[in-house]
């Protein structure tokens, strides 16, 4: 029988990870960070970890790559979550998506009077629900990182971004002025190679949700 595949990204989901995964009996046989493998063993033959992009991980368990996978809400929302079950919040990685303006500039203002904001942001889907909601009017500019720049020099009124700390905007002289939604790790599980393979994957996630309810308790 095939066996199970886990899409991962390095850094701190896969750090955060690595305890849930142990409760799970699954240990990977390399460090991410500093093997060149994308393709990891584990203590188990039967289990393999993909060390993907953090935004690829939904799109690897969608079409099957991977059976399982742990992404963030905020990658989540952006793609939509087709094809997927998320049967947990793994309350790990937490952070906030946030609305980001410069200090002194009056963002309450601009959206009771429907000034057309430039909002710099990768997050373009989860902008552009959050702001036509609102029944803002948006123009989106999508950049790929340093996103606190691009007040400060005149490409965008606001930000778009996850905010964890609020030391980098306060950094920047910027202030975080919305709350788009709160952010933490999900496990994602392919919904055909759940229906398919469930003896083989629940005690996986049985296994998560036991070490979730714990890391809770003991909180």
Same mark, same amino acid.
């Given at each position: 029988?095939?066996?199970?595949?886990?899409?991962?990204?390095?850094?701190?989901?896969?750090?955060?990870?690595?305890?849930?995964?142990?409760?799970?009996?699954?240990?990977?046989?390399?460090?991410?960070?500093?093997?060149?493998?994308?393709?990891?063993?584990?203590?188990?033959?039967?289990?393999?970890?993909?060390?993907?992009?953090?935004?690829?991980?939904?799109?690897?368990?969608?079409?099957?790559?991977?059976?399982?996978?742990?992404?963030?809400?905020?990658?989540?929302?952006?793609?939509?979550?087709?094809?997927?079950?998320?049967?947990?919040?793994?309350?790990?990685?937490?952070?906030?998506?946030?609305?980001?303006?410069?200090?002194?500039?009056?963002? $309450?203002?601009? %959206?009771?009077?429907? @000034?057309? &904001?430039?909002?710099?942001?990768?997050? #373009?889907?989860?902008?552009? !629900?959050? *702001?036509?909601?609102?029944?803002?009017?948006?123009?989106?500019?999508?950049?790929?990182?340093?996103?606190?720049?691009?007040?400060?020099?005149?490409?965008?009124?606001?930000?778009?971004?996850?905010?964890?700390?609020?030391?980098?905007?306060?950094?920047?002289?910027?202030?975080?002025?919305?709350?788009?939604?709160?952010?933490? $790790?999900?496990? %994602?599980?392919?919904? @055909?190679? &759940?229906?398919?393979?469930?003896?083989? #994957?629940?005690?996986?996630? !049985?296994? *998560?949700?036991?070490?979730?309810?714990?890391?809770?308790?003991?909180?």
């Amino acid at each position: 029988m095939k066996g199970i595949t886990i899409a991962l990204s390095k850094g701190r989901i896969f750090e955060e990870t690595a305890p849930l995964l142990a409760a799970a009996g699954i240990r990977a046989a390399e460090d991410p960070e500093r093997s060149r493998k994308l393709i990891l063993p584990t203590n188990r033959s039967d289990v393999r970890i993909l060390i993907v992009r953090a935004s690829d991980v939904p799109t690897y368990v969608q079409h099957g790559a991977a059976d399982l996978g742990i992404a963030g809400r905020d990658v989540l929302m952006e793609h939509g979550g087709a094809g997927l079950y998320q049967p947990l919040d793994l309350g790990i990685a937490r952070c906030r998506m946030m609305v980001a303006v410069p200090e002194g500039f009056d963002y $309450a203002l601009a %959206v009771k009077q429907g @000034a057309r &904001l430039r909002v710099a942001t990768k997050y #373009l889907r989860t902008a552009s !629900e959050h *702001f036509a909601a609102k029944g803002v009017h948006v123009e989106l500019i999508k950049l790929y990182g340093s996103m606190e720049l691009a007040p400060l020099v005149g490409l965008a009124d606001a930000i778009v971004d996850l905010v964890s700390s609020g030391n980098t905007l306060r950094a920047n002289h910027l202030v975080a002025v919305e709350e788009i939604a709160p952010v933490s $790790a999900r496990l %994602v599980v392919n919904q @055909a190679a &759940l229906k398919l393979r469930r003896p083989l #994957l629940q005690p996986v996630i !049985e296994a *998560f949700a036991t070490a979730v309810r714990t890391a809770a308790e003991a909180a």
